[in-house]
C-alpha cells in the first residue's frame, strides 16, 4: 500500500513538473527575440604569392666578386663575397613585390657550387624592367666564376 502510495506521489510531481515546463517555454516563445546587430570588417588585402611567375623574367645579371673581412680580422681572413645587380622584366598586366631570388654560383665546367636566396622588397610595375639595386651576398664559394639567377616567386602587389 505504502509503495502505491509513493509511486502515484512522485509520478504526480513529475506530471507537475512537466505541465510547468511547457508552460513556460510557451511563455517564452511569445516574447520576442532580442535584435541580433551584425558587425561587417572589411579585411585589408594581403598579398597573394605566385610561384614562379611566367611575366618577370631576369634580363640582366651583373656581377662583381669582392672580399669581405669582419671588423678587426687580417687580410687573409677576409670572405670572398659578391656584389649583384639584377633587371627584372615585368611582361604582366599586374605589379610585383617582394621578388624572391636564387643565385647559383657556377663554376668553370658550369658545375654548381652554391646557391643562395635572397628577398627583393622593390616593386617591379607592370610593362617594366626594373634594377634591384646593388646586392652584396656573403659566403660565395671561392672558386665561382659565374653566376645566374632565378626567380623563386613573388607577391602581387596589394591594390589601394
Known amino acids: 500500500m505504502i509503495r502505491k502510495t509513493v509511486f502515484w506521489g512522485l509520478t504526480v510531481v ?7 515546463l ?21 579585411a585589408q588585402s594581403s598579398p597573394i604569392r ?20 669582419a671588423e678587426g680580422a ?10 649583384l645587380e639584377v633587371f627584372l622584366k615585368n611582361q604582366g598586366p599586374d605589379s610585383y ?12 665546367t658550369n658545375n654548381a657550387l652554391g646557391s ?12 617594366q624592367i626594373t634594377s634591384t639595386g646593388i646586392i652584396t651576398l656573403d659566403d660565395v664559394p671561392e672558386n665561382a666564376v ?3 639567377a632565378t626567380i623563386i616567386s613573388a607577391d602581387f602587389e596589394p591594390q589601394d
Request: hydrophobic share 45%; net charge positive.
Open 50 to 69: 605566385i610561384v614562379a611567375p611566367r611575366e618577370l623574367k631576369v634580363v640582366s645579371l651583373k656581377m662583381k666578386f669582392v672580399t669581405t673581412s
Open 74 to 83: 687580417q687580410i687573409a681572413d677576409a670572405l670572398p663575397a659578391a656584389e
Open 116 to 127: 643562395q636566396n635572397y628577398l627583393v622588397n622593390k616593386a617591379i610595375p607592370a610593362g
Open 97 to 108: 613585390v617582394g621578388v624572391q631570388l636564387r643565385f647559383n654560383f657556377l663554376g668553370n
Open 14 to 20: 513529475l506530471v507537475a513538473v512537466l505541465v510547468s
Open 146 to 148: 659565374k653566376c645566374d
Open 22 to 42: 511547457i508552460v513556460q517555454s510557451r511563455r517564452l516563445e511569445k516574447q520576442p527575440a532580442p535584435k541580433v546587430t551584425e558587425v561587417v570588417k572589411t
